[in-house]
Nanobody, 130 residues
């Protein structure tokens, strides 16, 4: 059994910052978390889930979507089994439910396609008012 629990979402005004956290737990994550690539995705009602940011298993390689580049930063702490998304200069267009996802690979690289991920959490809502 594995579990991903997101937190840190909320209602903020445009220009504010939020830090999303994702806590990984369960037997497989306890032993092999450092072999999982991780990602933050978002999905609005009626739209496909899209990758916001992704990080390789070691944390050395990261990807940020063009629409968040320079504003958001993904990071991970393998010892604590945590993944973070620092969100700065938030815009109303960033309003969405944000999901933490995990997938396993033999290669140390980030993955942008949600279909490559095996696990995801319940999501944390982010609302940015203008």
């Amino acid at each position: 059994q594995v579990q991903l629990v997101e937190s840190g979402g909320g209602l903020v005004q445009a220009g504010a910052s939020l830090r999303l956290s994702c806590a990984a737990s369960g037997r497989d994550f306890s032993t092999y978390f450092s072999s999982y690539f991780m990602g933050w995705f978002r999905q609005a009602p009626g739209k496909e889930r899209e990758c916001v940011a992704a990080v390789s298993s070691s944390g050395d390689k990261t990807y940020h979507a063009d629409f968040v580049k320079g504003r958001f930063t993904i990071s991970r702490d393998n010892a604590e089994k945590m993944v973070y998304l620092q969100m700065n200069s938030l815009k109303p267009d960033d309003t969405d439910v944000y999901y933490c996802e995990a997938g396993r690979s033999y290669y140390d690289n980030y993955v942008r396609a949600t279909q490559e991920y095996a696990y995801w959490g319940q999501g944390t809502p982010v609302t940015v008012s203008s």
